[in-house]
């Protein structure tokens, strides 16, 4: 079992930046693959961002690269999200998860999801 809380969301001006941290609980974290998905109001949940267990695979939706960065710490149970160069259109709510095959950008391969947290991007 792996509880995860997002944290980090809030409201900047476009081309800022912010940095979401989804912090699990449990000491399998390391096992797991995670990823960040979205869901704008009215839209779908989208695939964002995917780390392997051992970072060594990252996968990225095409609108985001170049600006976004994800990452992980194993050691404090913690994978980030850094988003440069914001646009009103990354606006939504930011969901981390995790599951067992890594750099997936499919919903249905990961297991554990947190809440959510906002983020909203001013023009």
């Excluded at 989804?22 to 704008?40: D, K, L």
């Excluded at 109001?41 to 267990?53: C, L, M, N, T, Y």
């Excluded at 992980?72 to 969901?95: C, F, G, H, I, W």
Aim: charged letters at 20%; hydrophobic letters at 35%; aromatic letters at 12%.
């Amino acid at each position: 079992q792996v509880q995860l809380v997002e944290s980090g969301g809030g409201l900047v001006q476009a081309g800022g930046s912010l940095r979401l941290s989804c912090a699990a609980s449990g000491r399998t974290f390391s096992r797991y693959a995670m990823g960040w998905f979205r869901q704008a109001p009215g839209k779908e949940r989208e695939f964002v961002a995917a780390i392997s267990w051992s970072g060594g695979m990252i996968r990225y939706v095409d609108s985001v690269k170049g600006r976004f960065t994800i990452s992980r710490d194993n050691a404090k149970n913690t994978v980030y999200l850094q988003m440069n160069s914001l646009k009103p259109e990354d606006t939504a709510v930011y969901y981390c998860a995790a599951g067992t095959i890594g750099g997936s950008s499919k919903e249905g391969h990961y297991d554990y999801w947190g809440q959510g947290t906002q983020v909203t991007v001013s023009s």
